[in-house]
């Protein structure tokens, strides 16, 4: 078996659903399930209508709610009554607008229509196209905690059932099913964090054992760097999970970093692949890929981080000091992404700065904090990283322009990451870039 997601864009009209199709037909015989995310940027607009509402515009929520529908309404032609969840999603608005807030829970019940809208809607378009397809909702089969909006899968109650329904369903048809959604134990809706779908996929691969999990999106593959900040990358044809992990979790849009995890555990190929150019081969992500002539596979970068400094005079030899810092970000759910220390002071960013300011007090009643916006991270990966004498000295020799705020390496072996101002973060990646990929090995990139 086969599990083939297909991200927003790939979903993102009925004329992209019938070229999914296309896709599809031609793999029947290995078995595909499908996972499919809402239909292209729909999920932010369900998010600004829920936080529309909630900030008491519910006609102007209401109206905007009215766009999502006809949309949905025109593309899917009559082949599916999705009515009944618009009047759902249209109650909501008016609930969440009397309550005047959006708690996580209504968020993820909102939230969730754009991959149950489009999951039917793909149902039905696939059947039109002679696939004999069959519609599971994801909520039925992916069982989380209820940590809504950042749910994790209960991995034994989501595997039992997956394997009771879904390998027998896939024998003789096209199991097509939301991403992103699934639900608490009580039958709560919750979403597995933004771009979620991909996750989905690769849980539903390590319940069924597939022999593939392949993500279709809008690039050609794993890219020598974020195309929406310098075009022209390379496609990385083969990279490891451990250099696919560490770019999602550094930025890199195309994979959510969840999503190499349950691969990993039962060792199954993930390939990425462009559902408008479906010849070309893509990124092939496997436990060991063979090494290449290069230094560094690719660089991920993290835009709008947050660095903060503090400064303490009593950390100079004393312990524990650390451990007081790491409690207050821990206390107040904030992950850290990269620290460097030196006598007196320690650096490290934060992604989510929505408790900043109270972390900040407590930090200020024993250091001295400062914090700096518009930060990004730069982050170099590659296996070949730590079998390579001088890649820092050539990251700083292409770096000589450029104010480098902080350095890390070594931490995982297979990164170097640092942090720039926003503003001088194109100028680092094309540096880097070109320092790194002029002459990039044609075995491993394209
Ligand atoms: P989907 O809707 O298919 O899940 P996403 O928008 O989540 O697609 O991810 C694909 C996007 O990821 C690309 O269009 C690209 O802009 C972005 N991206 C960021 N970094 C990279 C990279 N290193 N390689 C490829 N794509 C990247
Ligand atoms: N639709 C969800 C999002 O936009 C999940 C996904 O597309 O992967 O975040
Ligand atoms: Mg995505």
Known sequence: ??????????????????????????????HPVVVVSAMGKT???????????????????LTMLCNVADFHRREADTLVDLEPLFEELAEQVNAIAIAGELTPRVSDAFASSGERLSALLVTALFQRSGLDAVHIDARTLIITDDRHTQAAPLFPETFDRIS?????LARDSVVVMGGFIGSTLSGDTTT?????????ASIMGAGIDAE???IWTDVDGMLTCDPTILPGGYRVKICSFAEAAELAYFGAKVLHPATVLPAIEKDIPVRILNSRRPDVDGTLIVADAPRCADAIRSIACKREITLVSIVSTRMLMAHGFLRRVFDIFDRFQTPVDMIAT???SVSLTIDDTRALDAICAEIGTFAEVSVEADQ????????????????????FGALKDINVRMISQGASLLNISLVVRSADLHSAIESLHREFFENPDPMAFE
């Open 212 to 214: 593939e999990i392949q």
């Open 1 to 30: 078996m086969l599990v083939m997601k297909f991200g927003g864009t790939s979903v993102e009209s009925a004329a992209a659903i019938d070229r999914a199709a296309e896709i599809v037909r031609a793999r029947l015989s290995r």
């Open 43 to 61: 999920t932010n607009a369900l998010l600004a209508i829920a936080a529309m509402a909630a900030s008491g515009h519910r006609d102007r929520a």
């Open 342 to 344: 030196s006598e007196v």
């Open 376 to 395: 990004s991270i730069v982050c170099l990966v590659g296996d070949n990283i730590r079998r390579t004498p001088g890649v820092a000295a050539r990251v």
């Open 192 to 200: 597995l964090g933004r771009g979620g779908s991909d996750y989905t």
């Open 164 to 168: 009771a329904t879904v390998p027998e």
